[in-house]
């Protein structure tokens, strides 16, 4: 006879999974303030993260004791010192340069300013995001090491260019946003008007910066003459600085122009990457000038041989730097420059005339626009090149007499630990820029397919929402209209390492949630099954 077995099957018994072991550091926003949070459990890694940086910048500048300069750099000296109000660059970082400049000469200062600028802007972002969203683990290390430890910061804000101060202008404007999507209050009105005028005058990258800013405005929860005031208050400061940059331009060489001198430029230049695929009816070009700038420029194409003119070596802007190509040899033969004051004049005098024939060129021929223009620049997007990052100052031991005298430097000599250094350090930056393009497109895509915006608080979308507006907007944007460098990118680059950190949390914290719901479901079913007993059977 065997003896009775008896197989209780209860909830105890069965296997579960753990919840997910605290990877999640969820603030409650409304249990504390934001300065509460950081004057709190977060004020000592505030600190500790300062400490570092100026250990950092102090470690860098005994290998670069000089600042890194290229021709934009003289170009933003020149203007500060002749005290002009219009530029072949936008004249804000000018201006600035004149007023830090009568506080000090040191260009240690002005490096230290750019550095710190732009890492306490990053470190603003940095808490808001982990203020407001859940992050793990391996979010926070990751934006940690590339926002406070990332070696291309040090060297962009060594520059003497907009580059640094733009960069966090724009990490406090999108900020700005996320606050406004999250907890919206009537100062971010004006706040954000300031912050994108203050942008729009360094870069004129942030002339989509208030469609974003509708948007958000749009996905908040505030009433709609907010949302009305905040969307004309950005276009409001813009316009005044447009007509002040035309009227400017008018007294310097003439003509209306925005953006001035560089706009037409740029046109010309991009039109200019078809011309020898496409045929042009000289007789319908818009006017005399463009016939004989059409003429120099069918000429070129004729004589150079394509291997002295390598368009793939350059940023898409072959055309502007090149002085043996059509634009510049079209200025040379009208204008005589003697002094950097004149070569201003001469540019912006010819820039209405390359702006005239690039927009014809385009207007009439989209197509092979398209395939010799947007797609070289397409390219350089996804990888954009190093440029002038891949040599310290040029590559070249002197420095031009504005900067010696503007920074009271005794000679023109430059000295660095390497020129190449910095080239062979940042090589990797461009591969990153794509592999984090490609990252943040797979995991909102996951996002969507997996319909994770239905298991999300609202304002999460929102704010998903936004930044993929913001992807598609600077896309279109450097492309169709920009020169395209990894300096240019580096806000892109932080934006979407950010937002594909988050989007993979999140979605690691909804399947995870979905997996104790389903062991959850399990127990309970498994705890209603009655016990079974074996019945004793006769030998």
């Not at 997007?381 to 100052?393: A, G, H, T, W």
Request: charged residues 15%; proline residues 6%.
């Amino acid at each position: 006879m065997e003896k009775d077995t008896y197989i209780p099957i209860t909830k105890e018994s069965s296997i579960r999974r753990a919840p997910y072991p605290g990877l999640f550091l969820k603030q409650a926003p409304s249990s504390k303030n934001f300065l509460e949070y950081l004057y709190g459990e977060n004020k000592i890694y505030s600190l500790l993260m300062l400490f570092l940086m100026i250990c950092q910048f102090i470690v860098f500048k005994l290998l670069y004791p000089f600042p890194d300069f290229f021709s934009d750099s003289y170009s933003y000296l020149f203007a500060a010192y002749a005290h002009l109000d219009v530029n072949i660059w936008p004249i804000g970082y000018s201006k600035f340069l004149w007023i830090f400049h009568s506080f000090t000469h040191s260009a240690i200062a002005l490096n230290f300013f750019q550095y710190m600028f732009l890492e306490v802007a990053a470190l603003y972002f940095y808490h808001t995001l982990v203020y407001f969203y859940p992050t793990g683990k391996n979010t926070r290390t990751f934006l940690c090491l590339f926002l406070f430890f990332n070696p291309l910061t040090l060297y962009l804000a060594n520059y003497v260019s907009s580059d640094a101060i733009f960069i966090g202008l724009s990490l406090i404007w999108l900020t700005q946003l996320i606050w406004i999507v999250q907890r919206p209050r009537p100062y971010q009105l004006l706040v954000q008007a300031i912050v994108i005028f203050i942008a729009f005058t360094f870069r004129y990258n942030a002339m989509y910066y208030p469609i974003l800013t509708s948007l958000a405005l749009f996905l908040s929860r505030q009433r709609l003459w907010s949302k009305l005031m905040g969307t004309a208050l950005p276009v409001l400061f813009i316009i005044p600085f447009i007509l002040f940059s035309r009227n400017a331009t008018l007294k310097m060489v003439g003509t209306r122009q925005f953006p001035p001198i560089l706009g037409g430029w740029q046109w010309g230049n991009n039109a200019l990457y078809m011309r020898e695929f496409i045929d042009v009816d000289s007789t319908k070009l818009p006017s005399s000038e463009c016939r004989e700038l059409d003429r120099i420029a069918r000429k070129y194409f004729q004589t150079v041989p394509p291997q002295n003119r390598d368009l793939l070596a350059y940023v898409a802007n072959f055309f502007i730097r090149q002085p043996e190509a059509p634009l510049k040899q079209y200025m040379v033969s009208h204008y005589q420059m003697t002094d950097q004051l004149s070569q201003v004049i001469a540019w912006g005098k010819v820039a209405p005339v390359f702006g005239e024939y690039g927009l014809y060129l385009i207007k009439t021929h989209p197509f092979a626009f398209a395939r010799y223009y947007l797609l070289v620049n397409t390219k350089n997007y996804f990888l954009p090149p190093l440029e002038k990052l891949e040599v310290y100052n040029l590559g070249l031991d002197d420095m031009w007499p504005i900067a010696a005298y503007w920074f009271d430097y005794p000679n023109l000599h430059v000295k660095s630990v390497s020129r190449e250094l910095q080239g062979n350090l940042l090589l990797v930056y461009p591969a990153l820029f794509l592999l984090f393009n490609l990252y943040f497109g797979y995991s909102f895509y996951l996002f969507l397919i997996r319909k994770s915006f239905k298991k999300v608080e609202r304002s999460f979308t929102a704010t998903q929402i936004l930044i993929t507006v913001f992807v598609v907007l600077n896309l279109c944007f450097s492309v169709f209209a920009n020169i395209i460098v990894i300096r240019y990118q580096v806000f892109p680059m932080i934006v979407y390492l950010a937002f594909s950190l988050l989007l993979t949390d999140r979605l690691e914290e909804i399947a995870n949630k979905r997996e104790v719901s389903s062991d959850q479901s399990r127990d309970h079913e498994l705890s209603e099954i009655p016990v079974i007993s074996k019945q004793p059977q006769l030998s």
